[in-house]
Every structure is written in C-alpha cells, then in structure tokens.
C-alpha cells in the first residue's frame, strides 16, 4: 500500500511539471501535507479511500489544467 503512496505522489509531481511555480509550489505542499499527516495509518481500509481520493484528485487537476490549456 506504500507503495501505492509513493507512486501517486510522483505523479502528482510529474502532472506539475510546466505549471506556474507558484501553483506547483502549493499542490506540491499540499500533497507533501497529506502523505505526511497519514504516514502512519495502518488501517487498510483508510489507506484505500485515501489512494482512491488522490487519484481522484490528480484526475480532476488534470482536466482543469487540459481546460485550463485549450481556453
């Protein structure tokens, strides 16, 4: 499941690579933020949902930045 953690946020930092550095600075934080708030989380169950909701998130920031593009 770690490793699941791990592979999400890099791709969180590879989907930021070409924005603004000042939006890549903050989605970078936050995601640090949220790795390092539940870095200690065993529940299976918890690390699921939250795996499920970062990629969901990547998901929906990379249709805004494709918006964002063809606009």
């Known amino acids: 499941m770690k490793s699941e953690g791990r592979k999400l946020y890099r791709d969180v930092l590879r989907t930021l690579k070409g924005v603004d550095p ?7 934080q936050a995601a640090r933020d949220q790795f390092n708030d539940n870095a200690d989380e065993t529940d299976l169950e918890r690390l ?3 795996i499920v ?3 969901h998130s990547l998901d ?4 805004y930045m494709v918006t964002a593009i063809i606009r």
């Open 53 to 55: 909701d970062g990629r």
């Open 22 to 28: 000042d939006t890549a600075a903050g989605v970078r």
């Open 60 to 63: 929906e920031m990379k249709q």
């Open 48 to 50: 699921r949902t939250l």
